[in-house]
């Protein structure tokens, strides 16, 4: 087995919850099968999400905040704030990436959503018309390890929300595709506040299970820039 | 016309953005055409959009976090930590509500995020098995009111992105119609910024007008709670 550069970014506020337990298997597991981890786990470390003219130590324009040019001008001059560097560091350190959370709101917690509002940042993640398969982070891999608060129900076809595909769209792609990541297909565990012990013990194995099989497990389609680079062309 | 309380929930780092023009207008206008407005500058306002123990002045169970069991206790013994107590009574307040912000990654930046993570809390804004048009906060409107960074074409069918419409459906469905909102058409600004200052002028006059007109603006099918009442009862 190659061994990989694991990053698990992990968002919730109680270390002894399903998602503390899921991150917990992985602590436990990956560095006994070869590969290297890392932990941002955001509550724990009080990471500030909302991004803004504290990202920098020096401004380009001290008048007037444009987040996307300040971010061109940190990423040549290095003056990234040190919280955004450290974890900058990390995702480019990594040759895979979890993100572990429960979904709120159909949506990432945003302590999380302000990880990648601030470290995702022009001339890092993306930028200079490197997208899809040509993004700057390819050829790195990413997944999606996600708790429900109710049950599978609401996610059905015909459920209250709908299927989860196209819920978790703005991440899988609007994030991960987008920067150049491979999206590994997501983990998703149904309400496990719900579950018998046995249920969230079986649920904990299946999790070990997928992290032993990282390297071979399936992934969302390849989206290939060239696709789109034609199309923005036609339409300029 | 009928006089409406409006909220305006707005998330921007910098006043003198496009976003902040938005606000300014609606700031300017509707008092004179005889609404009331209340405006949440959550940058501003140094808004904490971490949601965790520090929501409540006292804990249900000491020990282990359990968010949606602490809201629950919160909403019944009014506990709830008196920055978020504030924001729910403007909620409660308002018949409308705009949200302006940002797409960022295809999402609310994480301090409005925050926003939803922490005002719509269980017994507040949802619970007690009460959603879609029977939901805790129907008959309120709400609306989206954002900006995007770049034009148009990544939102084509063909696009980077692809149709919006599914971009916000998490925003749409998930957040608002959930809790009972009717939801106006978004009013969509696609890359403000690579506009000329007469198209800024422009749009912003078709903002003015779509205020003026927020009673009778369309606005998105409403779903009947008793469908899904009746799925998760057969599911049951």
Redesign the interface.
Known sequence: MTAMRILIVHAH??P?SFNGALTDSARALLPTIGHELIVSDL?AMEWD?????RNFTIRADPE?????AEERFAASAGSFSSDLRAEMDKLLWADTVIFQFPI????????M??W??RV?AVGVAYGGGK??DQGRLAPRRAMLSVTT?GGA?PY?D?????PID??L???H???LR?TGFQVIEPFIVYGP?RMTELQRAATLAQYRLRLMNLASAPTLPVIHAAD?EN??RR?A
């Open positions: 506020p109680e002894r509550y999400p909302v991004s803004d003219r007037r905040y444009d987040q996307q709120w709101w159909l949506g990432m917690p945003a302590i959503k302000g990648i509002d995702f997208w899809l608060g129900a059905a015909v459920g209250l929300y709908g196209p819920i769209y703005p991440i792609h609007g994030i987008f506040s789109y199309f923005v339409q």
